[in-house]
Nanobody, 123 residues
Framework: VQLQASGGGLVQAGASLRLSCAAS????????MGWFRQAPGKARVFVST????????YYADAVKGRFTISRDNAENMVFLEMNGLKPEDTAVYYC?????????????????WGQGTLVTVSS
């Protein structure tokens, strides 16, 4: 299984970005997917997760109402639409594949991780 995240970049506060994560390997459609982020000098934290069938999503309070997670099981893709970006959203964003069909906020519930894509939001 390989995960390739893309879509990061340098934007101004208030802008939008859409992150994508392409997954290889089998069984994508039966496992949850998640996004985590790690800001400079800080620990990696949960951002959002989506269940295997896409019906259930969860968000960290810091991004609720601004970010939207979605997936395309036919294309083995997961997305993170980020609106109203703030400087505190600056981080490396990682996509991860869950060990279960339902989503989780715990990073130990994810077995595969992408390489990360950097999002920088200037004020």
């Amino acid at each position: 299984v390989q995960l390739q995240a893309s879509g990061g970049g340098l934007v101004q506060a208030g802008a939008s970005l859409r992150l994508s994560c392409a997954a290889s390997g089998r069984a994508f459609s039966v496992t949850s997917m998640g996004w985590f982020r790690q800001a400079p000098g800080k620990a990696r934290v949960f951002v959002s997760t989506i269940s295997a069938n896409g019906a259930i999503t969860y968000y960290a309070d810091a991004v609720k109402g601004r970010f939207t997670i979605s997936r395309d099981n036919a294309e083995n893709m997961v997305f993170l639409e980020m609106n109203g970006l703030k400087p505190e959203d600056t981080a490396v964003y990682y996509c991860a594949r869950g060990r279960m069909s339902w989503g989780s906020m715990r990073d130990q519930d994810y077995g595969y991780w992408g390489q990360g894509t950097l999002v920088t939001v200037s004020s």
